[in-house]
C-alpha cells in the first residue's frame, strides 16, 4: 500500500468528505477520490459508504484507519528525526481546549513564537477526548487538556491550576436564588460537545442538584456560551480567569463552587515514544520555565 494513498484514506475518514480532504490536502477531489478507489481495489473491498451528507467507514475502513493513523503519524515523526539538526525549527502542532487557547496560551505562544521563529507553529482546539486521540495518533505533537490523564502512552506535565465557577444571567445573585427560582428540571445547561471534561464536570454538578434530566444546548464557541449565560438562556460551568477576562463579564454572574466541584488541573501531554525533536523539546521547556504558568 502507498503511503500517500493511506495518508489521504485517514484524511477522509477524519473530515468526512472529499472535498474537505482535497481542501486540506492542498489537492483536486479527483486525486483525492482516485487514490481512495485506488486503495480499495488493493484491499479489495469498500472503505467507505457514500451518502448524501458525505462518507463514513465502513468495517473494513474503521479496521484500517489506526493503521493508516499510526504510519502516517510514523512517517511524519521519521522526517522530522531526520531533519532534526538541533535547532528549532519546521513545524509544530499543538492543540488546547478553546479556554485554555482564549486566556492562557496566548503570553505562552508569543514569548515562544519570539524565541524560535523558525517554527511553523500552529494551534488546533477541540475538547480534551479528542485532543487525546489527536496525539495518540501523532495527528498532534501535544496538547493541553483537562487533567488527569491515565495512560501508558503518555506523559502529561501539569501546566495550569484552575478555579471552575457556574456562571448564571445577572438576575441571579446566589445558587440559592439559582436552585430555588428554576423548575424541579433545573435550568438549561450550555455545554461545549461531547468530549468536553467541563461538561462531564457540569452534568455531575446537576445531578447533585437534583437536575439530572435538565436540557442541554451545545456551542462551539467561548464567546457564544458566554452570550447565551449573559441572554439567560441557561448556565454554564468555565475557569474563572475565562470569565473575568471576557468582554461580557459584567453582563453574567460567577458562582463560586465547593472545591471539590471546583479545582481543575490543565496539563500538557506528549507521546511518551514519540521522538523529542527540538522544536518540541523547546516549547516544553518554555512551559516549564514560564513562572506565570502556574496559577491558582
Partial sequence: MELTDLQTFATVARLGGITRAADELHTVQSNVTQRIKALEAEIGTALFERHSRGMTLTGAGRRLLPYAQRMAALSREALLAARDDGEPKGPLAIGSMETTAAVRLPVLLADFHRRFPAVRLTLKTATTTDLVTAVLDGTLDGAFVAGPIDHAELTSTLAFREELVLV????????????AGTSESGPTALVFRTGCTYRQRLEQ?????GWPSAARFELGTLDGMVGCVAADMGVTLLPRVVVERNALHASVSIHTLDPSYARAETIFIQRRSAHQYSALQSFAACLDKDDQVIAA
Avoid: K, Q, Y
Avoid at 448564571?168 to 436552585?179: E, G
Avoid at 454538578?205 to 442538584?209: A, E, K, L, Q, Y
Fill in 205 to 209: 454538578i446537576f445531578t447533585d442538584f
Fill in 168 to 179: 448564571t444571567a445577572r438576575r441571579w445573585a446566589s445558587l440559592a436564588a439559582l436552585r
